[in-house]
Structure formats: structure tokens, C-alpha cells
């Protein structure tokens, strides 16, 4: 949450801190601010709202001129977003900008206010700040390490002193933070779309490292002043992967790249039709010997969980559960040294995701992430790492970053269901086969654009709206459900098909549509028998089905008729229409579809 950047170099900097920024804007949209020093002096230029309220603010007010500064894109956590809470924050000696959050800030702002500072916000940061000024004795390496000794908590910071015009600083815990490599240039940010324009090579920073970041040169230390001679790091991304590319939103472009992104992230774990992980060291005996297998995750990413759960219950008949990741943490759960907990996050920087595994590493379970990420915490904490080849997920609303992550999800049950003599050789080999199509059955499931535009057209008046299914299909309601809710601010929720009538079935009236999940040969009746029943009430009936299901138009109002696939992955066809309806909706509601209100793409707090 929140997004930090950084230059120092040739260019015009407020150019290039805006134009990083807006490949950052995901991260928090509630505000926008930079600074840049500009003759001698640090000028601060920042206002509510989102990136594109800056710009104007500057082309009235001007925009600072210099080639050294820091920039920041909010999403609030202390205080309301308004023009004095944006970043950066500081006074004319020392000004920051910084992603995370103060636990002991309040503390130290009654320690600061009794030696005579004076706070204007009401954030956390504005602490940092004032303490950064309160140890300034001219050496900033030494006055940050002083003050990282007394904060406590998350933080990505970027650092400006007056003093040293040529020059930022940066230091980071628990919160991301990497340094890009120019020639004769340099950035910082939060995440690799910012920079990737400018280059390709960055470090990346880790706990309590101090980076100073000049025109020439990076030098990182570690808080004793010993110097760090790190590895630098290139991304693979391709440099358009963080553009629009034609299409009116990211969220759009990403349901389009869907059959890469699987083709791309299942490819380098099958061999001969048969998953294989030995690149991440993960072999099918290991796999099978764990006594409980434990998924945990939030949003989304929890939902490709759910359909983890299922395939390898089904498959491998090993018992998994499945956790929000929140929950999680605070439950005590039953978990030792003999079990798996595999982590599922696109961010790999996921707050709670991340307490959770730390609980498994405490009690010396094994610990297998499945992150897009690459080099985020997750992914360098977890004992086991399985990279999701998505590329970089910009709108808010996931969708390649779950197709990938159930992706994973099969490849694994299929190994485990092997390894534990569930299914034959030839049976797995059968599976990976079905898998290895899917990238050309997902393009089909794109050409339903249209109907889903149609069907989108039918929604946009409910008030509230019901997701129903049974088995995979309820795990698919749940993501579906959710991508609907979170970008066309409808309420929605799901509900297996067959609890509706122990309460929920009380709720539906002619303005509560359903769109009922039914792609299971084996469920497909129980959840018809459902479908009768909301429309016995009066709903409005979206059916999202196989192909081949044998039904009279009648059973529903609308029906979206999927290509057909191996059953078991008809997640990843189905998936695809829940997407696009939920896309549409919000296009036809008019909403910000990739910057939905409220949220933010890396929940990096509790
Ligand atoms: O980065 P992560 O996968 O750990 O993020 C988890 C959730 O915050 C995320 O999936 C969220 O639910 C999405 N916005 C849903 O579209």
C-alpha cells in the first residue's frame, strides 16, 4: 500500500517522479505528492485525490525544476486523505516520503511535541520526519540509523536532506523497496513497473539496509556502516507488460494475457506430461509426506486456495485447509513440523499472508509460497518458492494472477495424487495433458466478451446480487462474487447452492439476481434443483455452464454455455465470464475499474 519513489539523474525529475508514480498509482490512489530540490532548496508540491490532480495542481502552480527527488501515491492509514496528510512529509531540512506503518508513533510524537515540534498532520509519517530532524547532526547515514533504532513497525522510506542536494536516501522493513541501476541515473520504488521504462536493473533492498543514491552511484550499507556488495537483480518483465496497450483498462488487458500467463507458468514445471518441480527443489516424496497440508491466503489468492483444496481432497485424497489468512494468524491453529503450509499471493507482500506463514516457521512446518512477485518477502521468506509467471498485475481486481495461482494449484495435486498412488501414471499424465491445453480453451472462453457485456447490461440496476454453486463451482462463486463486488460496488455474495434454503433463500425477490455456477456433471442437477428454487421466487437467472449439460433454456433467464474442458479444470473456463461480467458492469456503471474506491493492490497492512 502506498507507493515510493524516487530519482536522481539528467532528466527532468518531476517528470520522471510523476510518470513512475503513475505505474504505481495501484498501490493507493488517495493522494499524490513530490519533492524535488530545486535551487538549494527541497520544494514540496502534493494535494488529495488521485495522480492526475497533481499534474494539474503543478501545470497552474509550476512544477518544481531539478533532477533529485522523491515521490509517494497514498493509500490512507492515519488520517483522512486530504492535501496535509499527502507525502512527502518533513520541514526545509528533511523531508520523506513512506510506505507502511509507525506502530510506536504516537509515543514518539508526545516526545517530539515536548521538545517543542509541532505536528500539521495526522499521519505516522510526519513522526519519522520530525524525528529524522530531531537526530540530524549532518551526518544522515547516522541520524537514520538512530532513527530506524526507535520506530517500530513497517516502512519504505524515501529521504531527503537539505544539505545534500545531490543525493536520496532510503532504507526499508517489511515494506518493499528496490533501487534502480541507470547509467548516469537512479531511482527508487516500490515495485519494478515504475522504473522499468528507464531500466531494467535494480537491487533490491533488504531489512535495514540504508541505500545512499546519487547520479553515479548506489552504495548500501548496513545500519554499522559496513558496505553491502549486492547482487544486481534484472527484470524480465516486458517493458509494455506496464501499459495499457490498446485496451481501455489493465483489468481488461490481463483477462486477455490469460493464456500466456498459464502457458508461460505451467510450461517449466511439466515434463513429458508430467509436473515437475525439481527446479524449486520440491520433490513428489516430500510432497507426499506431510501429515496436513494448510493453504493460506487473503482475497482472491484464498479463493484459488478453495479450488486448491478441492482438486487435491479430490485427487490426492489428503485432507487440506483452507484459511484467510487473517483468520488465520489469530485461531491458534493445530500446525507442526510435520506439515505444509503452502502461502498463495500475487504481492507476496500480503500483511497477513506473511504473519501467517511466520506462525508455520515458527512451529518448523515447511513453508512453499506460490507468488508472482519475484524477490517480494513471501517469496524470500518461504522455505520453497514456486514464482507464478502472471507478469506484473496493475489493476486492482485480480484475474491472470488467480488463473496462474490455481494453475499451480492443479500441477500440484496432480504430483501429490501421483506420489500417493491415487491415480496411475498414466492418469496424471492424462491430467497434465488436459492442463497443457488450457491456455487455448481460455482464449475461447475471452470470445464470450460479448454475452458478458450483454449479461453485465442486466445487472447494473440490482442493488444486491447472489453467487450460487456447489464444490468447485462454489469456489468459483466466491471469486466471482468478490471481483464483482470490489469494482461495481454491488453487494454480492455466495453461498453453496445447497445451503440457500437453511436461511439465505429468504433474501430473493425479483430484484436480486443469481448467477448460478454449474459446471460439475455430478452437481449439475442438485444446483438445476436450486436454480428452480430462486426462480420459483422470482429472480433472475444468470447460468454459467458446460457445454454439454443437458437444459432447457427455461432453467435460467441467461446462459453462458463455457468451451468445453476436463471438468476438473473447468475453474480456469469459468473464471473467465465471471471476469468479463464484472468488468462490464463496472465499465457500464462507470466506474474506475482498476483503481476501485477504498482498496489498494498490496495490502501490506493488517
Ligand atoms: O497480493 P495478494 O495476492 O496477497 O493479495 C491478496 C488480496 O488482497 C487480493 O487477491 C485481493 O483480494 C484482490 N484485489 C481481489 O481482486
Not at 530540490?37 to 512544477?63: H, W, Y
Not at 449439475?524 to 422470482?538: D, W
Request: a negative charge; one cysteine or more.
Amino acid at each position: 500500500m502506498c507507493g515510493v519513489v524516487g530519482y536522481v539523474g539528467d532528466r527532468d525529475c518531476a517528470e520522471v517522479l510523476v510518470d513512475a508514480l503513475s505505474k504505481l498509482e495501484y498501490r493507493g490512489y488517495d493522494s499524490a505528492g513530490i519533492a524535488v530540490f530545486e535551487n538549494g532548496t527541497i520544494k514540496v508540491d502534493k494535494c488529495k485525490g488521485r495522480l492526475s490532480n497533481l499534474v494539474e495542481k503543478m501545470a497552474q502552480d509550476g512544477k518544481p525544476d531539478g533532477h533529485c527527488g522523491i515521490g509517494h501515491t497514498r493509500w490512507a492509514t492515519h488520517g483522512e486523505p486530504s492535501d496535509i496528510n499527502s507525502h512527502p512529509h518533513g520541514n526545509k531540512r528533511v523531508t520523506i516520503v513512506h510506505n507502511g506503518i509507525i506502530e510506536n508513533y504516537k509515543q514518539l510524537k508526545d516526545f517530539l511535541i515536548s521538545e517543542g515540534y509541532s505536528f500539521v498532520s495526522e499521519t505516522d509519517t510526519e513522526t519519522v520526519a520530525k524525528l529524522l530532524d530531531y537526530y540530524y547532526n549532518g551526518d544522515p547515514f547516522e541520524t537514520i540509523a538512530k532513527v530506524i533504532a526507535e520506530i517500530k513497525g513497517s516502512y519504505a522510506l524515501g529521504i531527503m536532506f537539505r544539505d545534500f542536494p545531490d543525493r536520496i536516501f532510503a532504507v526499508r522493513k517489511d515494506s518493499p523497496l528496490i533501487v534502480g541501476v541507470g547509467e548516469h541515473e537512479n531511482f527508487l520504488a516500490s515495485d519494478v513497473p515504475a522504473i522499468i521504462h528507464y531500466t531494467r536493473d535494480f537491487y533490491l533492498l533488504e531489512q535495514n539496509e540504508i541505500a545512499i543514491v546519487t547520479k553515479e552511484n548506489v552504495k548500501i550499507y548496513d545500519v554499522h556502516k559496513n558496505e553491502i556488495h549486492k547482487e544486481l537483480n534484472t527484470a524480465d518483465w516486458d517493458v509494455d507488460a506496464a501499459e495499457k496497450g490498446g485496451y481501455e483498462h489493465f483489468m481488461l488487458k490481463e483477462i486477455h494475457e490469460q493464456p500466456t500467463a498459464v502457458k508461460t507458468t505451467i510450461t517449466p514445471r511439466i515434463t513429458n506430461h508430467m509436473p515437475d518441480f525439481s527446479s524449486e527443489k520440491i520433490t513428489a516424496e516430500e510432497l507426499k509426506n506431510y501429515n496436513n497440508i494448510f493453504i493460506v491466503a487473503c482475497g482472491t489468492a484464498m479463493h484459488a486456495g478453495m479450488v486448491g483444496k478441492y482438486v487435491i481432497e479430490k485427487l490426492a485424497r489428503k485432507s487440506v485447509t483452507v484459511d484467510m489468512a487473517s483468520e488465520f494468524r489469530y485461531r491458534n491453529p493445530i500446525i507442526n513440523e510435520n506439515d505444509l503450509m503452502i502461502v498463495i499471493s500475487q504481492s507476496g507482500e500480503t500483511a497477513d499472508t506473511k504473519a501467517a506463514m511466520q506462525i508455520a516457521k515458527n512451529v518448523g512446518a515447511t513453508t512453499l509460497a506460490v507468488v508472482n512477485v519475484k524477490g517480494s518477502s513471501i517469496a524470500r521468506e518461504a522455505d520453497k518458492v514456486i514464482y507464478t509467471h502472471a507478469g506484473p498485475e496493475i489493476s486492482v481486481a485480480s484475474t491472470k494472477a488467480y488463473m496462474v495461482q490455481i494453475s499451480v494449484m492443479y500441477l500440484l495435486a496432480f504430483e501429490i495424487a501421483y506420489a500417493n498412488g491415487k491415480i496411475t501414471r498414466e492418469q496424471c499424465e492424462e491430467y497434465t495433458r488436459n492442463l497443457e491445453e488450457m491456455p487455448d480453451i481460455i482464449e475461447e472462453a475471452i470470445l464470450l466478451n460479448e454475452k458478458c457485456q450483454f449479461v453485465a447490461s442486466k445487472l447494473i440496476n440490482a442493488d444486491s446480487l447472489l453467487y450460487i454453486g456447489r464444490g468447485l463451482d462454489y469456489a468459483l462463486s466466491m471469486e466471482g462474487s468478490l471481483k464483482l463486488k470490489e469494482i461495481s460496488y454491488i453487494h454480492s455474495e455466495s453461498y453453496a447452492a445447497g445451503e440457500l434454503k437453511h436461511g439465505t433463500i429468504s433474501l430473493i425477490t425479483d430484484e436480486m439476481p443469481v448467477i448460478a455456477v454449474a459446471t460439475q456433471q455430478d452437481l449439475v442437477e442438485k444446483t438445476i434443483s436450486n436454480i428452480k428454487e430462486v426462480k420459483a421466487r422470482g429472480a433472475m437467472v444468470i447460468l454459467i455452464c458446460a457445454q454439454e449439460v443437458e437444459i432447457e433454456d427455461s432453467v435460467a433467464d441467461e446462459i453462458i454455455r463455457l468451451p468445453q474442458a476436463e471438468q476438473l479444470l473447468m475453474p480456469m473456463v469459468a473464471a473467465v465470464p465471471l471476469q468479463l461480467v464484472a468488468y462490464y458492469t463496472s465499465v457500464l456503471k462507470g466506474n474506475d475499474v482498476d483503481k476501485p474506491r477504498n482498496l489498494a493492490k498490496s495490502v501490506t497492512v493488517e
